[in-house]
Structures are given as C-alpha cells and as structure tokens.
C-alpha cells in the first residue's frame, strides 16, 4: 500500500462567528460624509439587526477554517451507494457563471431570455434522448419532488380515463420516497419481495396486480446495484391491466446511452441532474429531478412549458390537462446549466463510456473486497455493490464501526444499513470518478479495517480517531436536538 | 448487537411476524416491540404512536418507530380498538430499548376477536423462526 491517505493533520478550531470579534471592528471603511446629519423618522429607527463586528481576515479565516473541516468530492473519494457522488467538472461552474445565463431572472420577459429558454428545450430534448423517452419537465427541485412529479401524472392519466385506481406496487429494494409519494397522492402502496437474485420475478408481480393498480414503480438498476432483468415482461403485466410502469432513475449512472428505458416498457422517470448529470450534490447546492414521460403521458407534464414557435422559444400555459405546476417558476436553472454543460461536453460516446466505466469500477471493487466482506448477491453488478458485515459480526464489530473506521484512511463512508434487505449493508458506489490506483488504495484501506476489526476490535469502536470530531453521539442528538449555537 | 441465545423472549407473550409482542391483560392486549427488534434497530429515538379510539385489523400498521439506523412500520398483531397509548414514549422513547416488554409497551387494544392471539408465535416458535434465518 502506498503512504496512507488519512493522517491527523493539523485543524484549527473556530468559534461561532457572534464569539468573535470587538464591538465597532470592521471590515470596510466608509469615505468622509460629504451631506450633512438629517433626523432619520421615528418608524425607521431602532436597534439595527445582531451582526457580529468583524473585520476582512475575521470572516475570510472563519470560512477557510470551515472548509478545511470539510469533506467533499474535489477531497477525496466519495463512495456513497446511491448517490452517485461522481466528481463536478470545473467547466460546468464556468458556464453557470456566464454573465448572460447567471444575469437571467425568471420574471424577465421570453423575448430577453432567449438563451435560457433554448437551454432549457434542447436539455429536455437531451434527457428524452438518453433515456429512450418522448418528452421532459424540468421543474421538480430533486428526487423525491421528481417522484412525486410522477406519481402526479400517473394519477392524472387514470383520471383522464375516468377510472382512478387505488394500489401502487412497490418492491422491497425501494428508496422510501417512493412509497410517500405514491401515499400522497392517495394511493396504497404494495410491497413485493425481491427474489433470492435479488431482483424481481415476474411471478411475484402476478400475484399482486390487478385492473385496480395504478402502476409499479421499479429502480433500475435496483438498490442493490442488480439489473431488473425481468422488467420487460413485467411492464407487459401491469399495461396489460393498464397499469403504468415508473422508473426512479436514481440509479442511471449504469445504463446512460445503453438501456432505453422507453423501449423496456417505462412510461414515466426521473432523473437526478445532481446524481448522473454531475451536478453538485449534498450541502453543495441545489438539487434537480426532470421527469421524462412517454407519449401519452405528455399531455400531463407540468406546465409552463418551454416551446419553439418559429426558431423562437416561448413559455406556453395552453396544457389544459396538465397537472399543473410543482415549483415556483422553471426550476433549479443554474443546476440544469451545469448538467447541459455535462452532456455537451461528453457527447452520446462519452456518456456511455463513463456509465460502462461506473460498473466496471464497482465490479472491481466487488470483486477485490468479496472475500474480505460478505456479498449476499454473488452475481456481476451494476454501478453499485452490497456487502454485509456478516464476517466482522462474528467479533461484534458492525457496519456502523467499519465505516467510522475507513474515515481515519481518508475516505468518506459508503452508504450503510441500506437497502434495508440487505442486513448490515454497505453499499459502495465507487463512480466513473476513480481511477484504478484510487480504487486500489481504498479496497486496501477496507482490507486493512477487516483485519484490525479481527485483531483489535477497539480501534473501530473508538474510530474515528483522525477526524476533526471523534465518534458523535446520534442518540442524544435525535432524542434531545440543540439546534441553536 | 445480541446473539440469538441472549434475546429475551418471555414465554407468558404471543409474538407476530415483525416482531411485535401481545400481551393479553385482562379483557385488553397490550402490544409492544419484542427484544430482537429493539436490539437491531438500536436507540430508538422517535415513536409515532395513533389516538385512542382509532381502529385497526390485524397486520394493519398502527405505529412507527424510528431509530439512528432506521424507521420501521409497527403492524398490530390483533385487530381492534386502541383504548390506550403509552405517553411516555413522547419524551423518553428509550423505554422501548430498555423495558421492551414493561414500561416500554406501546398500545393498548380493546380486541375484536381474543382467538387471534391463538394465530400468534409462542415465545419458542419466535426463537426457533429466529435460528432458521440466522
């Protein structure tokens, strides 16, 4: 192993910034007053607003220090399963920051927007593009809202048939805001077990659909980083009994520029800019979820929608089935820039290469570290790999503790206890991101942590030990929260 | 986390499939989360209980329990009447960690019909369906 990655360095502390500073310290200075002193009116006086009193190098090292106790992507690897946390091009800030697209406000008229308006066409046409589909919205702010945005048209699609269903069926390996947004639009949701490949079987969807399900709602590739192989029959199930199918396209990253969903059978998803589009994700910005639909579900999109009308683009409301809109104005705009930006630079090839290089990598991982952890599902997986803590339980060491442990070698945690079919899961989502000798230094990393936890099962319940803050204590701050500073 | 031999199960409680216990007291059943449950979920810090007088059929969910790992569903393993909540789990939900089956109880139920307890896990069929997954 080369020289380990995480080591103690040097951190400074920082108080709060209402700790620091001197009454009347400041961080400008005003030019002399050239008009004379005029009583200000009494409504307009008064105790002005608790601002600390800082000066420039107060707050420039408040924030420097800050940031130094951070842990992002640009530091170092970020294998949060599920999440895609894939590094953020530098290009893509630079085009967000072009005077003429940051300058836009969304109450401008179309004739001055333009540039934002033909962004906006062309990236709904795009993401149609990649994922096989017939149209896109581009309003809902993240995941979940794109979730929901879906379930909204399939509810509007029974409606305009003047026939409302009741059941929503939902697999087992399911992020949970897809039964909450199933739930809020009023329908039950119905939970089906994956099977012993931990994927879904065409036998189990028999059994509970009826002409009285509203759709099913699948992640492909699934929680457990697996390939619903089965889909294709399935959906011709559930359209059979004029079911919709949904696809929470969390998981892209695997199959951009390879499946088109739109053939397999998908009539609505929804995408993740932050995730696959490799837009900041996490505490680093706003979030965006498009919704791409088949044909017959178009009708429905939200609106304003942005149309063409002779080389020109225009907001159009003439969408009387639409279900109307789900985010103030147009959406996360900066964030859909930054995601065009991504595709452009790519290009169709690229965009694929880099969903085959996210499973080769994950591939890698899986197989490097399948004797060191266990694998509940031995089988080649996607973008994404499942282990358990199987072995390491045998000396009482958990997930939890292994992954506090890989913190102190410099690496952010995978995602732990998820899917919650896998006991003790730890699912590692390594992303197109790395390269070879990043991927080496971590299964080395979590080989080193399996053979301490054998050896000395102390240092992982102590981990982490390098880290700014030692282990924090969730309990207390879940049962009795201190939200002030 | 426990091995199966150091779970409590007491052989006086009928047991459901996720882990809830009922207790027949009187003309009520008492219902609350079993030890293998509380000791995978780890420290239990919220509990969504329902009001008294709602209704529920057996396997229908009545409450969530939600812990620094995970949030789980409760299913009422009798159907009937909650006629009591344990309020206590408001502030201190810890009691579902510490007393599972004393003061960490859940809800009180009115039963519809007291046979169902009947189509409930005995204390050793918990424990034996608890080895086979292991």
């Known amino acids: 192993m080369k020289e380990l990655l995480g080591t103690k360095g040097l951190l400074l502390n920082e108080p709060l910034l209402w700790e620091k500073g001197k009454k009347g310290r400041r961080g400008f200075s005003l030019p002399p007053r050239d008009v004379g002193s005029f009583p200000v009116e009494k409504e307009l006086a008064g105790e002005g607003p608790d601002f600390p009193d800082l000066s420039e190098i107060d707050v420039v090292r408040h924030y420097t220090r800050l940031s130094q106790w951070n842990f992002g992507v640009d530091t170092g690897m970020y294998p949060l399963g599920s999440c895609t946390m894939k590094y953020n091009p530098k290009t893509n800030e630079k085009q967000a920051g072009l005077p003429g697209l940051s300058g836009g406000h969304p109450l401008l008229p179309a004739s001055l927007s333009q540039g934002g308006l033909r962004l906006m066409f062309e990236l709904e046409k795009h993401l149609a593009e990649i994922t096989g589909m017939d149209a896109t919205t581009l309003q809902p702010a993240a995941g979940a809202h794109g979730d929901l945005t879906g379930m909204l048209l399939i509810h509007a699609f029974h409606k305009s048939k003047g026939a409302q269903r009741s059941k929503i069926i939902i697999p087992d390996t399911a992020h949970g805001t897809n039964p909450a947004s199933a739930v809020l639009c009023g329908y039950k949701p119905v939970p089906v077990s994956s099977n012993e490949k931990g994927i879904l079987s065409v036998e189990a969807i028999s059994q509970v659909v009826d002409e009285d399900t509203a759709g099913i709602m699948i992640t492909n590739p699934n929680t457990l980083g697996l390939f619903e192989e089965n889909i294709t029959e399935i959906a011709r199930m559930v359209h059979s009994k004029g079911g919709l199918v949904y696809c929470d396209g969390a998981n892209l990253n695997a199959v951009m520029g390879v499946v088109k969903m739109g053939e397999i059978g998908v009539d609505v998803m929804h995408l993740n800019l932050h995730k696959t589009f490799s837009t900041p994700h996490g505490g680093g910005g706003p979030g965006s979820g498009p919704v791409c639909v088949k044909n017959h579900l178009e009708p429905f999109l939200p609106a304003p929608r942005v149309v063409e009308e002779g080389g020109r683009y225009v907001l159009s409301e003439d969408y009387p089935e639409s279900v109307g809109k789900v985010l103030a104005f147009y959406g996360n705009f900066g964030v859909m820039v930054k995601a065009y930006s991504y595709i452009l630079s790519m290009g169709p090839e690229n965009l694929k290469k880099a969903s085959q290089l996210a499973v080769l990598n994950a591939n890698y991982v899986k197989e490097k570290l399948k004797g060191t952890l266990h694998l509940p599902y031995d089988r080649p997986c996607m973008h994404e790999c499942v282990f358990s803590d199987k072995y390491q339980m045998t000396n009482k060491v958990a997930t939890l503790d292994m992954a506090k442990r890989l913190m102190d070698y410099g690496f952010h945690p995978p995602t732990v206890y998820f899917p919650l079919v896998v006991h003790g899961a730890i699912m590692v989502e390594p992303t197109e991101t790395e390269s070879m000798e990043d991927l080496d230094q971590f299964i080395e990393a979590f080989k080193a942590v399996a053979k301490e936890a054998q050896e000395d099962p102390d240092l992982l319940y102590e981990a982490p030990r390098n880290c700014k803050v030692r282990r924090l204590d969730e309990t207390t701050a879940a049962r009795k929260p201190c939200l002030a500073g | 986390m426990k091995e199966i031999s150091e779970l409590i199960l007491p052989d006086d ?6 882990h809830e216990w009922a207790r027949v007291e009187g003309d009520r059943v008492r219902v609350g989360l079993d030890d293998y449950a509380q000791d995978q979920l780890g420290d239990i810090v919220f509990v969504e209980l329902p009001q008294p007088g709602d209704t529920f059929e057996k396997g229908q969910e009545f409450a969530t329990v939600e812990s620094v790992k995970a949030v789980v ?23 579902m960690n510490e007393s599972s089956y004393g003061d960490g109880w859940m809800v009180e139920v009115n039963p519809k019909d007291l046979s169902e307890m009947d189509t409930l896990m005995t204390s050793t069929e918990n424990l034996e369906r608890l080895k086979g997954a292991e």
Do not use: F, M, T
Not at chain 2, 73 to 95: F, M, R, T, W
């Open chain 2, 73 to 95: 569903e409760c299913y009422l393993p009798v159907s009937g009447e909650i006629v009591a909540v344990n309020k206590q789990l408001e502030d201190s939900p810890e009691l």
């Open chain 2, 13 to 18: 409680l009928r047991y459901a499939e996720d």
